[in-house]
Every structure is written in C-alpha cells, then in structure tokens.
C-alpha cells in the first residue's frame, strides 16, 4: 500500500494546503526520510551525522557558545552502544510499513516509561541530530542544537563570522533568552519551578515584558488587517529582540578583539555589520497564506511574517 496515496493522507494534504498555501506536496524521499528520524531519532541522526556532518565545525560552535548539548550525542559515534539501544526492537524481513510503525512506537513508548523508574537527566539529547531546529528546555535549563541546523545557511566553519552571527549567533542568542521570558523566566538555573526573582527585578522585568507586549500588539499585519496578538507571541518575541541583540554584541565584541573582516566579494558595498543583519533577516523570512496568518493570531506562539525585529 503506498501511504501516499491513501484517502487519509490526501485528505491531510489538503489540510496543509488550504492552512499553509503549500500548493505542492512533498517529494517522497523527504516524507520517508522524516520518519526515521521521528521514531528512530538516534539511528537516523547517526546516519546523517557520518554522511554530512563536519566535526571541525561541532568542535567550533562548541568553542563559540559553550553549550553542551552541539550537534549531537556521543553516543551517535559508538556504533557498539548504539545498537544496544535498540536491542529490544525486532524487525523482521516480512514487516509491514503498519507493523513497523506499530513496533517502533511500542518500543518508544516502552522506553519512555522507563526513564520514570531512573534520576532526571538534564543532559539528555531528546531529538534527532538530523532536525533542523534548536530547543530551550525550561525544565532542564538546557539548549539543544542539532548537527541538523548547524549545517548552512544557518553555519559554516567557512562563513565570514558576520554571517554566522548574524545567523546561528542569533539563533543561540535567541534559545538562550527563552530562559528569561515570559515562562523559562519563572525556572531557576536547576530546571525547578518557583519565583527565585527579588521584587525588585520581578517588577523590572514585568516592566519591560509589557513594553513588548504593547510593542508587537500595535503591529497591524497587512494581509489580513489584524493585529498581533502581542500577549500571545511575548516569548518568542522577547526571545528574538534578546537573541539579535546578544548576537550583534558578541559580534561587536569580536570584531573589537580580531579587527574588522574583509568585505564580501560582490558585496563590498554593505559593511559588515549590514551583511550581520542580512544574514538576520535571511535567516527570519517568511511567507504564510491568509489562513495560516489568521490562524497564528490565535493559536502559534510567533509573530505573523517580518515582525522579527523591533
């Protein structure tokens, strides 16, 4: 049976494309490669890590950052403990597509209720390598960037630094903050939750948290003649103001201590704090059809399309 092609997935397409505007489906390859990497995280990320994953460059954004959880865990490298940690999920020759599904999501769930019988690991790498994304864990106090988003156009070891502050800079500045807004903001530094604020900085904050809010509830967005939903997006909105802005001071910061880079060939007309914000607004665009805009007024924690920057 070819999943594809079944009144249920084509009934989710059209979902998709009425929601979001995406008037083509995905390739194949792409909706195959997706589920391995959903309910074989480790495997898949292994997989992706030895083929298109540089070390050098984990080795440099580790350097830049000092964040523990880079690109992937070291376990993706032991071949020996990475078959130990399916050694309880059997497949045979004559399963199906449904019968492996169905083994792989048993077997996952099975794996999950027992991380209830062990002590909390802060330090647990809970997504695949291959996911392009990057993830703040309140409870954790931890970020998590996957080999998958340090891969270009957001990173390269080969990239003019403004380039990539203006790019992975930003997104680990922006991850970081997430531990200051809105929610992460009432965590302390072990993942527990409770007010660790004096009154004095909890008012302070409160203070300026309402100043983005009333900020990014005043964008009206043209498409639908709206406005943002400022209450709603304050802590991806804090998040992105927090995270240029760390990334555009490190950037000052290492331009004082290493001097100022050449100039982009081709481009030497922008100075290179104009290609950091290039690479900025680069990395934000976006497009969303009417629908999905209206909808994100009420239901996504961003800010509808080009509303990044303040």
């Known amino acids: ?36 990497s959903s309910v074989l995280p480790l495997a898949a990320g292994a997989v992706y890590v030895q083929a298109h994953f540089n070390s050098d460059d984990r080795r440099e954004a580790l350097a830049n950052s000092m964040i523990n959880n880079i ?17 309880e999920l059997y497949i045979l020759p004559e399963d199906t597509y449904y019968s492996l599904m169905k083994k792989a999501v048993i077997w996952m769930q ?7 019988l062990k002590p909390f690991d802060r330090h647990d790498f809970e997504v695949s390598p291959a996911v392009v994304n990057a993830f703040y864990s309140p409870e954790k106090n931890a970020i998590t960037f996957p080999a998958g988003i340090l891969q270009p156009p957001f990173f390269s070891g080969s990239f003019p630094k403004a380039v990539n502050y203006g790019a992975i800079g930003a997104v680990i500045g922006h991850e970081i ?8 903001s009432q965590y302390d530094k072990d993942g527990n939750l409770h007010n660790w604020w004096s ?55 290492y331009v004082a201590t290493e001097g100022e880079e050449a100039r982009l060939p081709g481009l030497q007309h922008y100075t290179n704090t ?37």
């Open 199 to 253: 009154a004095q900085s909890l008012e302070s904050f409160d203070e300026r948290r309402r100043c983005i809010v009333e900020q990014y509830g005043n964008y009206t967005v043209p498409k639908i003649n709206m406005k943002v939903n400022g209450k709603l997006t304050q802590g991806e909105n804090i998040a992105d103001n927090g995270g240029v802005k760390e990334a555009f001071k490190a950037y000052e910061k």
């Open 274 to 310: 104009q290609i950091f914000f290039l690479s900025y607004a680069h990395l934000c665009s976006s497009s969303a059809g009417v629908i999905l805009a209206i909808s994100m007024q009420y239901t996504y924690h961003i800010s509808p399309e080009g509303l990044f920057l303040s």
């Open 177 to 184: 903050t997430h531990g200051f807004d809105d929610q992460g």
């Open 71 to 87: 690109g992937y865990p070291n376990i993706t490298n032991d071949i020996k403990k990475l078959d130990e940690q399916y050694d």
């Open 1 to 36: 049976m070819d999943i594809r092609h079944n009144h249920l997935t084509l009934l989710l397409q059209d979902f998709s494309r009425v929601m979001t505007g995406q008037q083509q489906r995905s390739p194949r390859w792409k909706d195959c490669a997706q589920v391995p």
């Open 110 to 116: 099975k794996k999950e209720f027992r991380k209830l």
